[in-house]
């Protein structure tokens, strides 16, 4: 059975539960969901959007409240905190200002009709499923632009951050959404079927593990259900060349670090080429060195405690067994002695392409160091994944990054840059990092019905 509590990641205190949804409530969500649609659906697009709007409004003058309660759920440092919630701020008003762009009917040649086209018209209820490493961002990226398509949502947050879930809610029905519109929902994992087999359901987003995320996929397959799934990510950071080795080294220990390393896009395989190898390391050393570990409101704190014990012990245990296995640690990947979720950020070498660290996720703050010995060898450890969310290339050599980004079997590649994410363009990855767009208009028009209507004289 889920818990739907605070534990205060910073000192492991539960500080405040909620009661999961008993499981013969979950019709009475779907009612009010399926009510609130059939006005929803044929309110304005600009109605639509000006709530959007006051609903950034709110989140910007709300945003130290919002930051502080993901602070004590899962530990984010505040300055991440405040980034997070203006993204989340940026989302709803870039999906007011362009959402007629996609929404509007697409036109298609007559093809032997007086008219021919395609209208984008919402599907219904939906189901969203979502993480705890971005309590709200996770949320908007799916809740937002199926909110201004029209369709309703039932959100089921992760069980560790029920008060930022529920303050999302409210925020959108003190900006003027409908009841029923959103809803969010306690629901025990184990109830999810309850809600996806219902017909009135349409769909489902989730963000996950991969476990979460074949297990729901298996239960819409059965019942036909539409779905999108963004699930974890081995992600890949190639370094080809620098010249300034150092400052590169601590840009890149410190975006791996964010979050306490628990994001799906973070670059969790760095890989360098032999001529840069032993200064790459050495570099990084200091720089997960100079990591200050902390609570989350601490100015100078640099990474926060993991998001629940459970979390920090599994990461822990991985990372000795990989030292048993002949990994080298250089440093950290200890439990720390003092209240909370807290661990010494690790760095390792000399990991096993096809080990378990090599294999799979590690969702946690280790930077783990490859050698190649060419760019051509950067590449196939780049490939040697069945992952494929984020990637990316650092070279000095634009044009030279650009054709290796786009050899790396990925759904997402940067030059010069990681772990980035906006309204403006898709998120998404292949194979065994799940399916389906997120953001822009594949955000738009991954819930609608492409109703096509051709009109004969």
């Avoid at 309703?152 to 409908?178: H, N, R, T, V, W």
């Avoid at 200091?286 to 920090?312: H, I, N, Q, W, Y």
Wanted: hydrophobic share 40%; with cysteine.
């Amino acid at each position: 059975m889920s818990r739907f509590a605070v534990t205060n990641a910073n000192t492991g205190e539960l500080e405040e539960e909620f009661p999961s949804v008993p499981v013969e409530e979950i019709p009475g969500y779907i009612d009010r969901g399926l009510t609130a649609f059939e006005t929803w659906k044929d309110t304005p697009l600009i109605e639509r959007s000006a709530i959007l709007r006051r609903f950034a409004d709110l989140v910007d003058a709300n945003a130290d409240e919002m930051t502080d309660i993901i602070g004590r759920e899962m530990g984010k440092p505040k300055q991440q905190g405040l980034a997070e919630v203006d993204k989340v701020a940026r989302t709803a008003r870039w999906f007011a200002d362009h959402a007629h762009t996609y929404l509007n009917p697409t036109e298609l040649p007559a093809a032997g009709a007086a008219r021919s086209y395609v209208r984008h018209d919402p599907l219904g209820v939906l189901l969203g499923i979502m993480p705890w490493n971005f309590p709200y961002n996770q949320i908007a990226r799916f809740v937002i632009p199926n909110l201004v398509v029209g369709n309703a949502i039932i959100m089921k947050q992760a069980s560790i951050c029920p008060k930022s879930s529920q303050y999302f809610a409210d925020l959108l029905l003190e900006a003027g959404l409908p009841e029923g519109v959103y809803q969010n929902i306690y629901l025990d994992s184990s109830h999810a079927e309850e809600v996806l087999k219902d017909p009135r359901v349409k769909g489902f987003s989730l963000t996950g593990s991969e476990g979460a995320g074949a297990s729901v996929a298996g239960i819409a397959a059965k019942y036909l259900k539409r779905s999108v799934l963004e699930l974890g990510g081995n992600d890949p950071l190639v370094v080809l060349d620098s010249t300034d080795v150092p400052a590169l080294a601590k840009k890149v220990v410190g975006i791996r670090l964010t979050n306490a390393g628990q994001v799906c896009t973070s670059p969790k395989r760095f890989i360098v080429v032999d001529e840069l190898y032993d200064e790459f390391l050495a570099e990084a050393k200091k720089a997960v060195e100079a990591t200050k570990v902390s609570t989350f409101d601490d100015p100078e704190v640099g990474m926060g405690p993991l998001s629940s014990e459970s979390a920090r012990d599994e990461i822990v245990e991985r990372i000795a067994k990989a030292v048993e296995n002949g990994a080298t640690l250089h440093t950290g990947g200890e439990k720390l002695d003092r209240p909370g979720w807290f661990m010494s950020p690790a760095l390792l070498t000399d990991i096993d392409p096809d080990s378990d660290l090599g294999c799979n996720e590690l969702f946690g703050p280790a930077v783990m160091i490859y050698r190649a010995k060419d760019e051509e060898d950067a590449l196939r450890l780049a490939n040697h994944s069945d992952y494929g969310l984020m990637s990316s290339v650092w070279t000095d050599d634009l044009a030279k990054g650009e054709r290796f980004a786009a050899r790396i079997n990925a759904g997402m590649s940067f030059v010069n840059s990681h772990m980035e994410s906006g309204p403006e363009y898709p998120f998404g990855g292949i194979n065994r990092s799940g399916y389906g767009r997120e953001n822009a208009q594949w955000a738009l028009r991954a819930f609608t019905n492409e109703h096509l209507i051709r009109i004969h004289a």
